[in-house]
């Protein structure tokens, strides 16, 4: 590599970098597990509905009438014949949420469509479950992050 192209992908490099630590470092959603009606720790969040099609999976939640639903995590499907596909890890905001504020178009309850490869839709009849944590009342603004409540729901249908 001669001198020059070693300046350029080095300054790509470095570019690039900064732009990864700038998207990583937007205000993100955080947050503490509910806990209101220990012991059930049941804090009013549904899931009330899953939908499955071909290479899409397609969720109904609510959360507690306070608050309209403002980010999902850790969303994953997987069927009693080894098909499974994680959407979402750590969470993200959805339903016109965006760190503390949002617009007029929040609805509750709130639906969201996963996309998953069509291959590993289940086949009609076979029983699957769905695993998702719903957060609401992202409204204290901690430096990056925004405080959140969640909670973790399941869900088990037939496709
Ligand atoms: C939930 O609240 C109960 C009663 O206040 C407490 O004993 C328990 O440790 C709490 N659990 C968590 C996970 O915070
Ligand atoms: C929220 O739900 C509770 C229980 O279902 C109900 O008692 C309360 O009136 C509701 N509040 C609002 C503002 O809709
Ligand atoms: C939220 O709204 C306030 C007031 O409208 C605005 O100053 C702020 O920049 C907004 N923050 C984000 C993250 O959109
Ligand atoms: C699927 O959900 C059912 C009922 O909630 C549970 O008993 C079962 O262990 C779950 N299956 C897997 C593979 O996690
Ligand atoms: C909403 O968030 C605030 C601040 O983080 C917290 O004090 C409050 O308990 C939360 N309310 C509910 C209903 O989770």
Not at 2 to 10: D, G, R
Not at 56 to 62: A, Q
Request: aromatic letters at 16%; a neutral charge.
């Amino acid at each position: 590599m001669n001198h020059k192209n070693f300046v350029v992908s080095f300054t790509l490099t470095v570019f690039f970098f900064f732009m990864y630590v700038k998207k990583t470092h937007g205000c993100h959603p955080g947050g503490y597990y509910c806990n209101n009606t220990w012991p059930s720790r049941h804090c009013g969040a549904e899931f009330l509905d899953a939908t499955l099609y071909p290479g899409t999976l397609e969720i109904k939640v609510s959360s507690p009438n306070t608050s309209s639903p403002h980010a999902l995590g850790h969303f994953s499907f997987h069927d009693d014949h080894g098909h499974s596909y994680r959407f979402l890890d750590g969470p993200q905001f959805v339903n016109c949420q965006e760190c503390a504020n949002h617009t007029s178009c929040q609805i509750n309850p709130f639906t969201f469509h996963g996309t998953f490869d069509p291959k590993l839709t289940p086949k009609k009849g076979d029983w699957f479950n769905v695993s998702v944590a719903v957060y609401w009342n992202c409204t204290d603004v901690v430096r990056d992050w925004v405080r959140c409540t969640y909670e973790k729901l399941h869900y088990r249908g037939q496709a």
